[in-house]
């Protein structure tokens, strides 16, 4: 589970104007939300960036973080 919609939301964005900063479709940040679809590393860190351009302090990790191992 990733933290985008949680930063997205406390900066007053819906998805769709997130994803039209990267020039892509509302359904993508939503797939990407909800776990449908994974990104990629390098679009992580895209999100990451455009996340605190905007005004979040965030990192790669408290946006995706590591999934937790089962003992």
Do not use: H
Not at 25 to 44: A, F, H, M, V, W
């Amino acid at each position: 589970m990733n933290n985008i919609a949680k930063e997205r939301l406390a900066l007053g964005l819906t998805q769709d104007q997130l994803a039209s900063l990267f020039g892509w479709r509302q359904s993508r940040i939503s797939n990407y939300e909800n776990g449908s679809r994974k990104p990629t590393l390098s679009d992580c860190r895209l999100i990451v960036e455009k996340l605190n351009s905007l005004g979040s302090n965030c990192t790669l990790d408290s946006i995706f973080p590591p999934e937790q191992e089962e003992i």
